[in-house]
Nanobody, 126 residues
Framework: QVQLVESGGGSVQGGGSLRLSCVASGFNLVYDTYCMGWFRQAPGQERAGFAVTDTWDKTNYADSVKGRITISKDSAKNTLYLQINNLKPEDAGMYYC??????????????????WGQGTQVTVSS
């Protein structure tokens, strides 16, 4: 059973940095084939994907976040990370980690992903 548990959210001042973590269980980041990604949902808005990666570390970023956000993995910890730098008010929202098995060349489209974490909240203060 695939499970994803996010952590690392909180209240951060604009211009600051944050690293979110997503611990995966039920599959192995080294030996399995998968896509994983990070999604954000702000109040009143749809969940939107902006950073994805696959087994072979091929990444795909939404144009709106390129240069400020990095998705990475620690295979030894079976954990996915999201580093966000120069936080802006529009970065606030609930952040979700997602995964789908037996896929690669991952899109940022949320409907592509099957498994979801419970989310971690990010607030950006001015």
């Amino acid at each position: 059973q695939v499970q994803l548990v996010e952590s690392g959210g909180g209240s951060v001042q604009g211009g600051g940095s944050l690293r979110l973590s997503c611990v995966a269980s039920g599959f192995n980041l080294v030996y399995d084939t998968y896509c994983m990604g990070w999604f954000r949902q702000a109040p009143g808005q749809e969940r939107a994907g902006f950073a994805v990666t696959d087994t072979w570390d091929k990444t795909n970023y939404a144009d709106s976040v390129k240069g400020r956000i990095t998705i990475s993995k620690d295979s030894a910890k079976n954990t996915l990370y999201l580093q966000i730098n120069n936080l802006k008010p529009e970065d606030a929202g609930m952040y979700y980690c997602a995964a789908v098995m037996q896929e690669y060349n991952c899109p940022t489209r949320s409907s592509f992903f099957k498994y979801w974490g419970q989310g971690t909240q990010v607030t950006v203060s001015s």
